[in-house]
């Protein structure tokens, strides 16, 4: 059973800067295909990017040149760089892990078997 913890989220100006943490144990990373997710008030779980537990990744059209998704697998943690912050950016954000997904699904929040609690990340005017 895989346990994942995020951190890092909180209140930041738009064009500004975040990193979120998401922390993981009982298992190691490197065997994991890695997504974030976000959720805003009112509207369903979106899709913020993943990365493969081989390497590469892709991301949602609405995040992409402005995310970025990196793995430390010796600390066993993955990271998501926010750049460019925008007010729709509100949410909170989800840090998810998978043994393997098919490629047509890695999209999909249906496609991970594990999901931390979440961190706000709020972005003012």
């Known amino acids: 059973q895989v346990q994942l913890v995020e951190s890092g989220g909180g209140l930041v100006q738009a064009g500004g800067s975040l990193r979120l943490t998401c922390v993981a144990s009982?298992?190691?990373?490197?065997?994991?295909?890695m997504g974030w997710f976000r959720r805003s008030p009112g509207k369903e779980r979106e899709f913020v990017g993943m990365?493969?537990?081989?390497?590469?990744?892709h991301y949602s059209d609405s995040v992409k040149g402005r995310f970025t998704i990196s793995r430390d697998n010796a600390q066993n943690t993955v990271f998501l760089q926010m750049t460019n912050l925008k007010i729709e950016d509100t949410a909170v954000y989800y840090c998810?892990?998978?043994?393997?997904?098919?490629?047509?699904?890695?999209?999909?929040?249906?496609?991970?078997?594990?999901w931390g609690q979440g961190t706000q990340v709020t972005v003012s005017s």
């Open positions: 990365s493969w537990s081989a390497g590469s990744g």
């Open positions: 998810a892990a998978a043994r393997r997904i098919l490629t047509t699904a890695s999209s999909s929040g249906a496609s991970y078997d594990y």
């Open positions: 009982g298992g190691s990373i490197s065997t994991y295909d």
